[in-house]
């Protein structure tokens, strides 16, 4: 039986939503592996989005926005930059 291949493409964050994951990340104190145990995320993947080098789902945005205690905008942005087709929240990871 041959699979289906899935093809993602790579969306490239804008450059201050890391910036401002990490301030966020300060300010509540907490490091990278504490943020991604709380969020239930690899601390890879934290790293990675605060780098600027991934974006997030949805899921793992509404995450990190509830461990990082964000405020109103800071949540707008990260939501604004999320993806709702890859990660948790990609379609055929709900259906399964």
């Not at 993602?8 to 907490?30: K, Q, W």
């Amino acid at each position: 039986m041959a699979s289906k291949a899935r093809i993602r493409i790579r969306r490239t964050p804008p450059a201050e939503l890391g910036r401002m994951l990490a301030a966020a990340r300060e300010r509540t104190g907490y490091t990278q592996r504490r943020v991604s145990i709380a969020a239930g995320l690899g601390r890879s993947y934290v790293c990675l989005i605060e780098g600027g080098h991934r974006t997030p789902s949805r899921a793992a945005a509404e995450r990190l926005a509830d461990v990082l205690q964000l405020t109103s905008e800071e949540r707008t942005q990260l939501y604004a930059a999320a993806v709702t087709d890859a990660g948790y929240s990609h379609p055929a990871r709900r259906a399964a």
